[in-house]
């Protein structure tokens, strides 16, 4: 299998591929977080080590923190190809939503509508589905029997009531790549806002958000090879409209206004180095590969990693006739994010797998709707396995032959 990044390069950036405990395991549970890149550890060890103090003072040691933190958003905004102050750190990406829901009910008014689908992750639904308490109508976007979200039937949801629509980049179940800027366009047409929940897609590239003319894209940072933290990206002029979630004082600080308890500064500092990897893997791309950007580049030649991992694997699932392939059978069309609906529970399976030294998880995994939509019963879930541009072809080949085994 030829792939485009020479994968010892790949591995050295990432500790855990030295651990005794991981060696000879292969890891199929990225979608849950991935491995931490040598970077960020390095970058929040010494936070730690020599700047663990009150940030933004006066003295030394509390210059460099805030100055590490201000990194932290100048980094993460220049790899998502927007200004610095579009960047918010919170808790978790489900925590940062749950505000930008609260912050929504004062923003919008009793009548006005708002779209959310039922293939998202319960944290990107659940906070907007809850504006229906105070008046606002929810419209639901409803997958079809291939778990697929069509267009057209968003289309029939849209109108001038229509304040935001909120909708999975990826489904953190089905893995299908949806059209964010054409949603986006469809969406606009209407004067409606979009928030687009990046979770299970930001591992395979972080996008270019002017790109795509998203007005929130929020994801999860542990799952991008950083520290434990949700990342939102909000469009300035937005973020100055929506009313103030943090104390009634600090309202005139934008960075205060949608994060109400104080993130960790020690991560903030850290996700610098989720860009400092980012451009190292654009480094061992080469300068051949494509991209106007060291951005651009690592994205296209991640993705053209997974792409190439993923193709022996699908074709395997898609002629087997005990597992049901949930999403696109083209890994161009998908990330590699693969459920397969069992006649068992996903977590049963997931137990047999790790005897042959594969690591992986099942059940609803906070889609419960999206399982209900598909008739697949929440309790029993999904057996899933997920990969990124680290995975090996080894690994590949060892999880097909443990899922021939076991299945």
Request: charged content about 20%.
């Amino acid at each position: 299998m030829s792939l485009p990044l020479d994968l010892d390069r790949i591995r050295a950036e990432f500790p855990a591929f030295k651990q005794p405990n991981l060696k000879d395991m292969a890891f199929f549970e990225n979608a849950g977080g991935s491995y931490t890149c040598a970077a960020v550890l390095n970058r929040m060890k010494h936070y730690y080590w020599a700047t663990k103090v009150q940030p933004y003072g006066f003295y030394p040691a509390s210059r460099e923190a805030g100055q590490a933190m201000d990194l932290g958003y100048k980094r993460i905004a220049q790899a998502l190809n927007v200004p610095a102050d579009w960047i918010h750190f919170g808790q978790s990406t489900s925590a940062n939503t749950y505000v930008l829901g609260n912050a929504f009910a004062g923003w919008m008014k009793p009548g006005d509508a708002i779209v959310v689908t039922n293939q998202d992750h319960e944290g990107n639904s659940g906070a907007w589905r809850r504006l229906a308490d105070r008046g606002m109508e929810v419209r639901e976007w409803r997958v079809d029997k291939d778990a697929h979200l069509n267009l057209d039937d968003l289309d029939k949801l849209l109108d001038s009531k229509v304040r935001a629509v909120c909708f999975p980049h990826a489904s953190n179940i089905v893995g299908e790549i949806n059209p964010v800027r054409e949603i986006v366009t469809r969406a606009k047409s209407f004067g409606a806002i979009t928030v687009v929940d990046g979770v299970a897609y930001a591992p395979h590239g972080l996008p270019d958000l002017l790109e795509l003319g998203a007005d929130i894209y929020l994801f999860s940072a542990y799952k991008v090879y950083g520290p434990h933290q949700g990342v939102m990206a909000v469009r300035p002029s937005l973020a100055a409209e929506l009313p103030n979630q943090g104390h009634y004082f600090n309202e005139m600080f934008p960075r205060r206004r949608l994060t109400p308890a104080g993130p960790d500064h020690a991560q903030i500092a850290s996700a610098a180095g989720i860009v400092d990897y980012l451009e190292a893997v654009a480094q061992i791309a080469g300068e051949d590969a494509p991209g106007a950007t060291p951005f651009h580049k690592a994205h296209n030649a991640m993705r053209a990693q997974e792409i190439a991992l993923m193709r022996p694997l699908l074709d395997y699932l898609k002629g087997h006739n005990k597992a049901r392939l949930i999403g696109p059978t083209d890994p161009e069309k998908r990330a590699p994010t693969i459920s397969l609906a069992l006649n068992e529970q996903g977590i049963t399976a997931a137990e047999r797998l790790a005897r042959h030294g594969i690591m992986a998880s099942g059940g609803h995994f906070y889609s419960y709707r999206l399982m209900e939509g598909l008739g697949i019963n929440p309790g029993v879930g999904v057996l899933r396995v997920s990969f990124t541009h680290y995975t090996s072809p080894e690994d590949i080949t060892r999880l097909i032959t443990a899922l021939d085994v076991e299945l």
